[in-house]
C-alpha cells in the first residue's frame, strides 16, 4: 500500500490549496485517515483527520480555515486549505490508520506574504 500526496505548491497568504492523498493497494480496518504536517527541526503536527464514520476533527489552529474530505470510490482523501498564513507553510503528510499506519512522502506548502 502506498499514500502519494499532491497538491502543495507556492501560494500567497490568504489564497488557497487542495491536497490530494490517494491510496493505491486495499487497506483493512481503516479507522481514520488524516494529514500531519512537520517544519524542518520540530515534530510532527496532527492537523486534521476524518474518521470512518465520517467525522472529522480539526487542529484550532485551522479551524474554519482547512476541510478534510474523502471520496472513499477514489480512495482519494483532500485537504481543502483556505485563507492560508504564513504558519501554514511547511511539509504536509497524509496518515492512515487502518491495519497498520501508511504515511504518504509529503507535500511541500510554502505561504508568502
Known amino acids: 500500500v502506498q499514500l502519494q500526496a499532491s497538491g502543495g505548491g507556492l501560494v500567497q497568504a490568504g489564497g488557497s490549496l487542495r491536497l490530494s492523498c490517494v491510496a493505491s493497494?486495499?487497506?483493512?480496518?481503516?479507522?481514520?485517515t488524516g494529514w500531519y504536517r512537520q517544519a524542518p527541526g520540530k515534530q510532527r503536527e496532527w492537523v486534521a483527520d476524518?474518521?470512518?464514520?465520517?467525522?472529522?476533527r480539526y487542529l484550532d489552529s485551522v479551524k474554519g480555515r482547512f476541510t478534510i474530505s474523502r471520496e472513499n470510490a477514489k480512495k482519494t482523501v483532500y485537504l481543502q486549505m483556505n485563507s492560508l498564513k504564513d504558519e501554514d507553510t511547511t511539509v504536509y503528510y497524509c496518515?492512515?490508520?487502518?491495519?497498520?499506519?501508511?504515511w504518504g512522502q509529503g507535500t511541500l506548502v510554502t505561504v508568502s506574504s
Open positions: 493497494g486495499r487497506i483493512f480496518s481503516i479507522k481514520y
Open positions: 496518515h492512515v490508520l487502518g491495519d497498520t499506519a501508511y
Open positions: 476524518i474518521t470512518s464514520g465520517g467525522s472529522t
